[in-house]
């Protein structure tokens, strides 16, 4: 017989990672910036949220630097860029790709997939 953790694991392995397109962030050929994010786990969702009891704002641009990611798995962006984020980006932008990255698929676009 199963345990309910089994179901847990075996719901929490339908997600995959997820590709995010910002048109608006192009490189010098003008494509687009591709950001790839794993599942948000409970314990990244938690370091975020601690980050939003400071400052709510910041915290949006630490959810790109601990979650975007390159095809390779690098990350897109580092502490260093925290202060561009911050004072020379689209506000409207980052925080629409930060929730992008926080946001966890239902379970029938997993399903789906």
């Known amino acids: 017989m199963s345990k309910a953790i089994d179901f847990v694991k075996d719901h929490f392995n339908t997600y995959e990672t997820r590709k995010i397109v910002v048109p608006e962030w192009k490189d010098e050929n003008k494509k687009p910036l591709e950001i790839f994010v794993e599942p948000i786990t409970l314990e990244q969702k938690k370091k975020i949220l601690a980050k939003t009891r400071i400052d709510e704002v910041e915290a949006l641009a630490y959810a790109l ?49």
């Open 65 to 113: 630097i601990w979650l975007a990611k390159d095809k390779d798995g690098n990350n897109h962006f580092t502490l260093e860029d925290k202060f561009t984020l911050m004072k020379k980006a689209d506000p409207d932008v980052v925080a629409r790709v930060a929730g992008d990255c926080m946001t966890v698929p239902t379970y029938e676009e997993a399903k789906k997939k």
